[in-house]
Nanobody
């Protein structure tokens, strides 16, 4: 059974940091690309960052230099370290991978940046 479970969201002040985790099961974690997306009310879901099975990374321009994606192979877990958070980063963040010919999503974790 495929599962992607996000955690680590919450309320943080502008300039603060959060670390999101995505624990996976039932997928080919070692070779799949893992990605983080985000979506706010009335907005389309957008790619934040992804990391390939080989460790290559890609970031949205809006988060370059502030966010870092990584993966822990023994734990089948991907991370998104978010630093210097801005109010505009407030969204629900989703973990994603593609396997067995389809897309898989986690349930999402809310990130709220507010003073």
């Amino acid at each position: 059974q495929v599962r992607l479970v996000e955690s680590g969201g919450g309320l943080v002040q502008p300039g603060g940091s959060l670390r999101l985790s995505c624990t996976t099961s039932g997928v080919n974690f070692k070779i799949n690309t893992l990605a983080w997306y985000r979506q706010g009310p009335g907005k389309e879901r957008e790619l934040v960052a992804n990391v390939t099975g080989g460790g290559s990374t890609n970031y949205a321009n809006s988060v370059k230099g502030r966010f870092a994606i990584s993966r822990d192979y023994p734990r089948n877990t991907a991370f998104l370290q978010m630093n210097r958070l801005e109010r505009e980063d407030t969204d629900v963040y989703y973990c994603h991978t593609r396997d067995y010919g389809r897309d898989w999503w986690g349930q999402g974790t809310q990130v709220t940046v507010s003073s």
